[in-house]
């Protein structure tokens, strides 16, 4: 049994790829109840006892010999084992969490009585040589290299074990006066409680302790030190000074943790569990509550450990998101705090460095938001939401980051989404005309895409040759701040447009996206005459030098704000911006003779159909825009027999003006292909006979 505890033991890391089943899993498979790892227990102690007194030092001053480190080293893994099953097995049983071995539940109250009669056999034997402390070497000469790690992992286990006499509601589980071994004497004040939890919180303090190199033998010391820590501090009798002086080493100890060891992992755990108590509503059991400076400290350091941690972690990025929103979900932290987790969040989507002599206008770079999966792009954008208001720095990277590729359709519209719930929650801080500008923002990056970098932890862009220093991980030391940024460039004055070839369907879901949230605030909040009046100018602006991929969203966009509501005027220079941006959807984008001519143009057509019926002049413009434009001949004659043909458009096409218009574009076509001296190709013949047909 000793040989198959060890396996289970984080020191003997080379034993978990064995195939041979360990004591951990064989308890586990065999027995499911309470009672039956309780008679196992009841079973096995006595003799686990008396072989520790065997092999334990008698005199606590003197260091025994390896060999019986080792069987002392098998004996407390075994019964920390035992304990770790029982108290799994309580859990699972009742269906709670009891916290701790003292608790008053019913479940509590069993293991109370039960762990009372072990409990001055462990005081008096195990915890008699605790904590057991390596030979000096200049007494006793050369030391063992096993030696020290063995007395580690013995007090670490004997750490473990204390911890399950430790009642959150109560001081300590006093022990039995009757003993279970031969070898138990009288109750001593060497058996007190307080005096082990008194040990044990040195020894936790001590052990804390870094030394600046964190192998991998630290490492799980450290991880293993932090549950013994939360059983302390979750102990609601533990004295203030103590309490405090826990909570200092464990800062130390996270702050020399590399943010992509496990030891950082196990820290961020911690800090939900127990840290953040203190910047939250606790109930008056809920052990040593840490000062709300620490809680928020702790709480303003995980943004900044999100830019650390990149790309290259992201099941811990994961775990601060979780932690970070269960927080602002569930407590009421101070408005600054909200704030200072705001600024400090804008570099993990995108940011703007300090002017260096290489740039001297400073690199836009983006975080490492966008290289992350769309699952945890979800939960940092849900972060939002929670947010008292949305500042301007972090909304000009929220937009840049829509110009980045490797951000989904999906994930822009779960930031609408957010942003949308946000301006419910707080009408005020977010208005109308800053939200329709958001909107035409993302709209206008989606189409500019570019492939970008991300940044790395030293706050230079991804390849950069610049090594970093250990400790050297201030993004503030690299960015600029929100007063002092220059700001990135959100809608480019000329949208560059994106590579030949390149689709440009996750843009066009993008425009499908901001068009539901332009037709929700039109139906719930303002009519489109409002909306209209605040999107001219901007619409107009963007339109002039509009690819005809742009083009397309921003007639979306338009027919979205206008709605079905018929008989609109528009702004005269946004009038004849919108009918170019029409015809260029219609021409630019079809090559002649291809087989899907007839379905690019009813592609288009069906984008703008309702604006073509709900604006005043524009389908005649339209008409008459489609011969100066220079197409090929085959394309402007499919492209009217497409206008011909829609259902919805034929009351809109009957009227005199614009049947005077497809009579002079019929005219002029006509007088092209007479000039070129050949015979009407099909287009044109089929152009001939719609229009006869229609306007008979």
Known sequence: SASASSSSSSSSSSSSSSTTPTLSSTIYQNFSSLSEHVHFFSVLFPYLVECWVEVAPSNRAVTPPVASLEIMHLISDLIALLFYHMHRAAKIEDGINTGGWGGKDKTGRAKDVFTRKYLMDIGQHLLDVFPLAPSDPVLSGPQDPKEQMLCENINLCLAHIVTHFIGPYGTTIKPDPKPTTKSSKKVTSSASGANWIE?????????????GRMGAGQQARFIQILPVMRALLAWRDLPKDMGNALIDAFSRLNESCHPLSATKKACITFIATVILKGGSSSSPHDGFIPPPSVAQQSLLALPKLLWNLGEGNPSTSSQILRVMSHFLRTSRPHPAVVEGIQTTLVPFFFTTLKPSSKRPEGAQIYGPFVKLAEAIQFQAL???????????????????????????????????????????RHPHQFDLSRYLGFLLGVLVTSYSPQQGQAATPTGEPSGSSTKRKRGESDVEDKTTTSSSASSPIVIPSSPTPAPQGVSHDRANRVADHVSWRISQVRDAEVPSRTLLASLQGPLASVLEDASPALARGLVCMLAACLGPSPARELDEQLHARLATAIVALFLENVTPGSATVA??????????????????????????????????????????????????????????????????????????????????????????????????
């Open 199 to 211: 040990s044990v919180f040195s020894f936790v303090v001590e052990s804390s302790e870094s030394d």
């Open 382 to 424: 849900d972060l939002i939401y929670y947010f008292n208001f949305i500042s301007e720095p972090l909304e000009k990277a929220l937009v840049a980051c829509c110009m980045n590729v490797s951000v989904s359709a999906r994930t822009v519209g779960r930031l609408l989404e957010v942003v949308a719930a946000h301006r419910r």
């Open 599 to 696: 379905h690019d143009i009813s592609d288009a057509l069906s984008v703008c159909t309702s604006l073509l019926i709900n604006v005043n002049g524009l389908l005649v413009m339209v008409i008459q825009g489609l011969v100066p434009h220079g197409s090929p001949l085959p394309v402007v004659c499919d492209s009217l027999v497409c206008l011909l043909r829609d259902a919805l458009l034929r009351r809109s096409l009957e009227t005199p003006a614009c049947k005077e218009a497809v009579q002079r574009v019929l005219a002029t076509l006509l007088q092209k292909s007479n000039a070129t001296q050949a015979a009407p190709g099909p287009s044109l013949a089929t152009l001939v006979s719609e229009v006869g047909l229609f306007y008979s």
